[in-house]
């Protein structure tokens, strides 16, 4: 995942990454599944909030189930 990608939240050019953070978790509860890769990678690397490996790869098997994370391996095959 590239760095703007994390920023872009429907459509809109967000900075603030604790904002476009937030929106991401606003946007799972919506039911918009593919956050759940996304907001693995904010945990991953700390974007728009404290590094925490444990709830990334939570996150990334979520993902994994919804057959959305492919790229890190973690499909359901």
Do not use: W
Not at 25 to 37: D, E, F, I, M, P
């Amino acid at each position: 995942m590239t760095l703007p990608k994390l920023y872009k939240v429907c459509g809109i050019q967000i900075c603030d990454h604790r904002k476009a953070f937030d929106l991401y978790q606003k946007s799972l509860r919506n039911g918009y599944v593919t956050a759940y890769q996304i907001l693995g990678d904010c945990y991953n690397i700390g974007m728009g909030t404290n590094i925490d490996e444990e709830k990334a790869f939570e996150y990334y098997q979520v993902a994994a189930k919804n057959k959305l994370n492919s790229k890190y391996g973690f499909t359901n095959r």
